[in-house]
């Protein structure tokens, strides 16, 4: 058994864990103080990500992989953590979160398109000006005012996260094409990509929050697609569409 502690998206969070590997997983979001809400793992959670995980790969057709009980807790920590933090105005988010002289940009596709090669891109670009929030699962704190993208230790295979917190600027879908165009879309264009790449909960109550975040959330980011080649301009031509005077 393993208890520690750790804080993202202003909550500090008491995870009670089956295995040790939680806890280096979580290394660097660590903290103290009272808890605001407890996670705690059974043998369950841990078989209901394994069996999740099997039919995943049932579907894509390949063989089933095997993860160590360590490696499925943390996804059931995670489960756990995210369902509780709608009650906080926070949700799921599947995408590649950035900063760059901190404001946050946040970009979303579907799978194999490029999200973490672009930001790839902007590293590339503007060096010391730019951080990895979280580069998978980032958490999206929605305020009154604005949204806070979130860094959390759930960020992806390349292990790219930063523990900080910064406001997010604007959403990136992003596609495939021959040149780098970035244009603003309304809310209706933009709504089913959000939705499809957002975690969301089972049960009317928890899928209602969720809904009414990602709502919430439309009316206070910019929302662009990106049409981008694998250049490395894209990630300029990117910055300056979502930063021009007018938009």
């Given amino acids: 058994m393993s208890e520690f502690t750790i804080g993202i998206a202003e909550r500090r969070i008491r995870i009670c864990a089956m295995y040790d590997y939680a806890q280096e997983f979580c290394k660097?979001?660590?903290?103290?103080?009272?808890?605001?809400?407890?996670?705690?793992?059974?043998?369950?959670?841990?078989?209901?990500e394994r069996a999740k995980s099997a039919r995943e790969d049932e579907v894509e057709g390949i063989p089933t992989r095997q993860y160590s009980p360590g490696y499925l807790e943390t996804l059931a920590i995670y489960r756990k953590i995210v369902e509780k933090m709608l009650d906080y105005n926070a949700f799921l988010f599947h995408g590649s979160g950035i900063s760059v002289d901190g404001e946050g940009y946040l970009f979303t596709a579907k799978s194999?398109?490029?999200?973490?090669?672009?930001?790839?891109?902007?590293?590339?670009?503007?060096?010391?000006?730019f951080v990895t929030v979280n580069d998978d699962k980032p958490?999206?704190?929605?305020?009154?005012?604005?949204?806070?993208?979130?860094?959390?230790?759930?960020?992806?295979?390349?292990?790219?996260?930063?523990?900080?917190?910064?406001?997010?600027?604007?959403?990136?879908?992003?596609?495939?094409?021959?040149?780098?165009?970035?244009?603003?879309?309304?809310?209706?264009?933009?709504?089913?990509?959000?939705?499809?790449?957002?975690?969301?909960?089972?049960?009317?109550?928890?899928?209602?929050?969720?809904?009414?975040l990602i709502e919430s959330m439309t009316k206070k980011v910019g929302l662009y697609r990106l049409k981008c080649n694998k250049k490395p301009s894209a990630a300029r031509v990117a910055y300056d569409g979502m930063n021009r005077k007018d938009n």
């Fill in 28 to 48: 660097k979001y660590l903290t103290e103080g009272e808890p605001d809400f407890t996670v705690t793992i059974l043998p369950e959670d841990i078989e209901f």
């Fill in 112 to 129: 194999g398109t490029g999200k973490s090669t672009h930001a790839w891109f902007w590293r590339m670009e503007f060096g010391d000006r």
């Fill in 139 to 212: 958490l999206l704190l929605v305020k009154e005012e604005k949204v806070i993208l979130c860094g959390t230790p759930w960020d992806g295979k390349h292990r790219f996260s930063t523990n900080i917190m910064v406001p997010l600027k604007a959403i990136v879908l992003l596609e495939r094409g021959e040149e780098n165009v970035i244009d603003p879309v309304d809310v209706a264009t933009a709504l089913p990509m959000l939705v499809q790449q957002t975690y969301r909960p089972a049960g009317p109550v928890a899928l209602s929050k969720t809904l009414k």
